[in-house]
């Protein structure tokens, strides 16, 4: 799990990028913002509950989008 104040890289495959901006197509602009942007700082964990099955997690690159855990790996150590 990572926390608020790590950085991290996005780490996803062309056919899941594709299958992201396909099931949210009015966040396309914002999740390629941070797809260019490819590191950023964890600012928000939204831990998961009874309407997440995980955690998720908001970049500083555009806090309009969230990155499950495995989408992401931890940069500073």
Known sequence: M???G???EL???TDEINQIINDNPKLEDAIMECLDKQ???IVEV???D???RDNYYILDSNTNVC???NELRLLNW
């Open 50 to 52: 009874n309407l997440r």
């Open 2 to 4: 990572f926390n608020v």
């Open 39 to 41: 590191v950023g700082v």
């Open 46 to 48: 939204l831990k998961a």
């Open 6 to 8: 790590d950085m991290v």
């Open 11 to 13: 780490v996803l495959f």
């Open 67 to 69: 990155w499950k855990e």
